[in-house]
């Protein structure tokens, strides 16, 4: 069973927090064999394979099917999760910066897959087992880095500003920042503070990207935990050990939005409703976990 979050605490990519990365890969494999049209990642299957978590493998090769474990919102969240991050990096390139930040990059193949202008640096930053383990695996595949590269080992826990100066970071350069899929597994005063550091750290015309989830209504929290625990159970019944609810942070927190906004950001976004929509995929139907009120923003600083 997995262990509840706590100060200090290790993963890989196969356990914990560490095996979220994974499940999102494996979801943008799903959806990038559905319909590469609207997304593509072509490193995702290879990716997720080379962990050796067989359910999540299976999943990610087809052999498993997905709808029957883990339901449509699954792959249609990553098909436009992944368009909104790739997009928000493109955009940012076309605006002219040419530094970029993956925090948390887990399996992240964006510095190996877009076309980045020339002179582009991207910072891949994670645990030093998953960024080598990530950088082995695509080598071994063949696969070259679109621009320049620097994997960048430090736990966000630790003093990863300065690890990433020491990696060439120069904070008097625009900055595209992204921080997808991490803030809810963040207690809410760390995710005050990285968003703080964000912004100590970037130049006027920096970008910034992530998500905002609304504050819970009374009795949202224990709908969520419900779900999740239910959900758990699903994978554990096909061989996969995971315990959602002890891998999120709940309780009152400060949304990224009005709280990037107070910071100086320009602040953006639309909710993944809105973006099912746009995108011409079905609605949400069960939605107790408030997915459809998710929000993907972007921001850039005056």
Known sequence: MTSARQDGDTWDLASSVGATATMAAAARAIATREDDTLFSDRFAEPLVQA???????????????????????????AKIRGKFYD?????????????????????????????????????????????????????????????????????????????????????????????????????????DRLLDTITALSAPGSWVATENRPNPRPGDEDKTKERLDRISAQWRGEGFDTDMTRLRYFGKRNEAAPYLTGLGWAVRGSTVRELLAANGLPPLRDDDLRMGDLRYISGVLA
């Not at 067989?54 to 709808?67: F, I, Q, V």
């Not at 997009?87 to 964006?110: H, K, N, P, T």
């Not at 950088?135 to 320049?148: D, H, M, Q, S």
């Not at 625009?174 to 803030?183: I, N, R, V, Y």
């Open 51 to 77: 962990v050796s978590v067989d359910l999540l493998a299976k999943l990610a090769s087809g052999e498993t099917p997905s709808n029957d474990l883990v339901g449509r919102i699954w792959i249609d969240a």
């Open 87 to 191: 997009e928000f990096f493109l955009d940012a390139s076309a605006a002219g910066i040419r530094q970029a930040v993956i925090l948390a990059s887990g399996l992240d193949s964006r510095a190996y897959r877009l076309p980045w202008p020339d002179g582009t640096v991207v910072y891949e930053i994670d645990q030093e087992p998953v960024v080598e383990f990530k950088a082995r695996v695509l080598a071994e595949l063949g696969a070259e880095p679109t621009a320049e590269r620097r994997a960048v080992a430090v736990d966000l826990r630790d003093d990863w500003p300065a690890a990433l100066r020491a990696a060439g970071f120069d904070p008097a350069q625009p900055t595209a920042w992204s921080a997808e899929g991490l803030l809810g597994y963040l207690p809410p005063e760390a995710q």
